[in-house]
């Protein structure tokens, strides 16, 4: 096996790939738009946006890796943040950590719950309990925009807002390589009923899948109240919308997971759409333009880093 | 006799209307291979799944050492001293080997719920390293490993901690050579170390070399148990099926002229990887074996005849001029397939015996452009019981059909579609003597039809049995061609093949 060969099958590859593409559009729009991309500053900012989509992209792994779907992520940080802000006026900084975590839990073990008792489809399943979440932030601010005091702001900027996120992907690394959650959550995507054989209680490992995302999802909500600073309730699964960030991360994490590192990879590929976006923002693309280029160039990083085998079932 | 090691009793199981297992008592003993065999379908695996957590027993109780054990999933089973080999893979993609290996089983390396995933590699390589397979690496995920090296790394899963009882369930017919080796050296370790191996296999001869007693089932009961040193493959047959298999297993006939009409022409296949300037003629009424070791490419020849192989190179020809580069250009010229890989490549295994079969030939059996369900039903009990297929009927869905009984919808499904070649992959992989005998029957009856089939097979006795023309293939080449002969002995394709 040649040296090249050698390196291609390393953990070191996926990190030095994702580097690479993360540098290559920076060059890019650097030089298409020297002035109004790229900085140290903007960097920074791109960088902001990028860590809280990635901690929800966290959550969201758990649940992709297995085979479901969470529709209901962006219902979830709807109500974990307009909770968050109502909390934080009672408790202060604890009502702003503590509600949405715990609401984030609750969104995910009902998830869970109703997905393993009711035998239906993950997709059916959240996206009918979008609706409910949904309603129930419109309950929690009786239809009124939701504002989070400016004292309880220190998440939405550095350096609060990166430990915050730290803290969740070390979280997220450690359970995925230290626990057993971990290894039966790789075990049951990988073969449902092997997994069980093996007695993997594979119901309870879903729910406590959903019951992360959940979690994770929480934690997104409160780096973006922080620095969104405002959280409208929403309705007619107008939330829907939310839950595409994260999991273009998720998309990432799962392209690059045979190279162990799937928690860097999620950060890293929410920066690099973070770059995407904001190099179409500098050049003045329009928003049309803009999405159908990051659509086909997520496409195309996914697909050239898994290359799939021909003839491989793909579902 | 030695001691009882464990101890069956009235062991029973349904599933539905089948009845499984029906109140089978048996004794094994320490120190002692037992061999468990019978047709497709009489209740081994499902005798040795109940004992191994696989299965849950309906009544009935398994003693081992003089302990009632009741295992509720393979892990727990292990826990209690039983442990299992299956004839399918039974590892984990996306996990390393060392998680493979200590699945369900993580709680030995961890600590206030945190896994210690060094000392758990460390453990794994040792024991790999122990078994002499310390060209795998634990740390590796399992991916990376063939076929066969994942299976050792099962037998490494299911043996390191010494289980009192190991069955070893139609593990064989995975392996080649190497791995057959190391299972067989396992087997006997395990018996010279005074514990017990449940050993299931069709393969007679192989059964008779490595066991000391043989229990037989037929229909899920327990027929008779004899000691391998007292009987013949032909009294085992006897046993199996409850009468003298009169019929000859193979074609008695030689020097038979086969027909100058070719049907079908490959032209210097190549697959990249597995094959590599092969060529091929059929003729009208002709049975071609190929054979050779397992990764010599034969398998993917089939493929490549029946346009299903990627990045092919090279011509596929019928007789009338028709290139075959795609599935369906292929079924439409009268070509079927039946592959080595059945369930996953031949079966659509969640659907019913019925639309399996009736699958390629709904435009036959429309009319007026309708699909009818009457005539859906009726075409698939014409086929499925020409096939002498073991059913509930044909609304059963393929999952709860053994091995053989699976094979038999697929051959089913094809004479269905009247098909005049035929390509069977490992035709008879894992099906007992009897449906042997009906498949080596039907094949022998569509040859004298006019019918040409391509037999690949791992079977030497098969091919020298079946084949008016046996060509043997090496490192994806051709390395020889033999034709149909009485003298012909398996050592002159064995030189070919290594």
């Known amino acids: 096996m040649s040296k090249l060969q050698k390196f291609r099958q390393s953990h070191w590859y996926g990190l030095v790939l994702l580097a690479l593409i993360a540098f290559l559009f920076w060059a890019i729009f ?88 009711l035998r239906i489809s993950s997709l059916i399943v959240t996206a009918g309990l979008s609706l409910v979440y949904e309603a129930l932030s419109i309950f929690a601010t009786n239809g009124k925009e939701a504002i989070l005091a400016p004292e309880y702001r220190a998440f939405g900027d550095y350096p609060g807002n990166l430990v915050l996120a730290l803290l969740a992907f070390l979280l997220c690394a450690f359970i995925l390589k230290y626990t057993k959650i971990g290894t039966y959550t790789y075990a049951i995507g990988s073969n449902e009923v092997v997994a069980k054989n093996m007695g993997v209680n594979v119901d309870k490992y879903k729910v406590v899948a959903f019951v992360l995302c959940g979690f994770f999802v929480g934690v997104e909500a409160i780096l973006t109240i922080s620095y969104g600073t405002s959280m409208t309730s929403a309705s007619n699964l107008a939330s829907m919308a939310r839950n595409f960030p ?34 179409f923002v500098a050049l003045g693309a329009p928003t049309t333009v803009q999405n159908i280029v990051t659509g086909i160039v997520l496409l195309a990083i996914v697909t050239l880093t898994i290359k799939p085998v021909k003839g491989a079932v793909v579902k | ?186 087997m006997k370790d395990t018996k010279e170390d005074g514990r017990c191996v449940i050993f299931i296999s069709h393969d007679l001869d192989e059964v008779l070399e490595q066991s000391d007693n043989i229990s037989v089932l037929r229909d899920g009961v327990l027929v008779d148990t004899v000691k391998s040193s007292e009987v013949t493959t032909d009294d085992l047959k006897k046993l199996m099926v409850g009468r003298e298999i009169t019929r000859s297993y193979y074609r008695s006939d030689y020097g038979e002229q086969v027909s100058d009409e070719v049907v079908l022409r490959g032209e210097n296949l190549t697959v990249p990887g597995e094959i590599e300037d092969f060529s091929i003629e059929l003729h009208k009424g002709e049975i071609i074996g190929i054979g050779g070791l397992s990764e010599c490419g034969m398998h993917e020849v089939g493929k490549a005849l029946f346009g299903a192989s990627y990045d092919r190179k090279g011509s596929v020809t019928l007789a009338d001029g028709t290139k075959i580069n795609d599935i369906k250009t292929a079924i439409d010229h009268s070509i079927a ?139 994806g080449k051709l390395s020889g061609e033999f034709a149909r002969s009485e003298g012909l002995k398996d050592t002159d394709l064995i030189a070919k093949m290594v």
């Open chain 2, 337 to 475: 397939y039946a592959s080595k890989d059945r369930d996953n490549e031949s079966l659509v295994i969640n659907d019913t015996i019925q639309d399996n079969i009736c699958l390629p030939s709904l435009e036959d059996i429309k009319r007026n452009h309708v699909l009818h369900a009457r005539d859906e039903k009726a075409f698939a009990e014409k086929y499925a019981m020409q096939m002498s297929t073991k059913m509930q009927g044909v609304h059963q869905f393929m999952s709860a059909l053994s091995g053989g009984n699976k094979q038999k919808v697929v051959l089913a499904r094809w004479v269905g579609k009247n098909s005049d070649i035929i390509i069977l992959d490992s035709p008879t992989r894992g099906i007992d003597v009897k449906v042997k005998a009906d498949i080596y029957h039907m094949m022998d009856e569509m040859r004298k039809s006019g019918k040409s089939i391509i037999m690949i097979s791992e079977e030497i006795s098969e091919l020298l049995g079946m084949a008016d023309r046996i060509l043997i293939m090496k490192d």
């Open chain 2, 1 to 186: 006799m030695s001691e009882v090691l464990l101890h069956a009793e009235e062991i029973d199981k349904n599933f539905g209307v089948t009845h499984a297992i029906d109140r089978v008592t048996l004794d094994f003993f320490k120190g002692e291979v037992h061999a468990l065999i019978g047709e497709n379908g009489s209740g081994k695996s499902t005798f040795t799944s109940c004992l191994t957590g696989i299965y849950h027993k309906d009544s009935g109780t398994f003693t081992l050492l003089g302990k009632e054990i009741n295992a509720h999933d393979q892990v727990d089973g292990n826990y209690q001293g039983v442990a299992i080999i299956v004839q399918e893979i039974g590892t984990l993609s996306g996990l390393t080997v060392a998680e493979n290996i200590f699945l369900g089983k993580e709680d030995e390396f961890t600590k206030f719920h945190v896994k210690n995933t060094k000392a758990m590699n460390k453990k794994a390589q040792e024991l790999l390293d122990s078994y002499g397979f310390n060209y795998i690496k634990a740390t590796d995920i399992i991916d990376k490993y063939n076929f066969e090296d994942r299976k050792l790394i099962e037998i490494v899963k299911a043996t390191h901690f010494k289980p009192q009882v190991l069955v070893v369930d139609e593990t064989t017919t995975a392996l080649g050579e190497k791995g057959r080796k190391e299972l067989f050296k396992v």
């Open chain 1, 30 to 117: 650097k030089a298409l738009a020297p002035q109004t991309f790229g900085d140290f500053d903007k960097l920074q900012t791109y960088l902001k946006t990028a860590l809280y989509y990635a901690v929800g992209g966290c959550g969201l792994y758990f649940i992709c890796v297995m085979g479901p779907f969470d529709m209901s992520v962006g219902a979830n940080i709807v109500l974990s943040s307009v909770l968050a802000v109502n909390m934080s006026e009672r408790f202060g900084y604890a009502g702003l950590l503590i509600a949405p975590m715990i609401s984030g839990v609750l969104v995910g073990l009902l998830n869970g719950l109703v997905y393993i008792k």
């Open chain 1, 246 to 279: 994260p999991l273009m991360g998720t998309f990432f994490g799962l392209a690059f997971k045979k190279y162990g590192h799937p928690v860097i990879a999620i950060v890293v590929g929410e920066f690099i759409i973070q770059l995407l976006f904001q190099g």
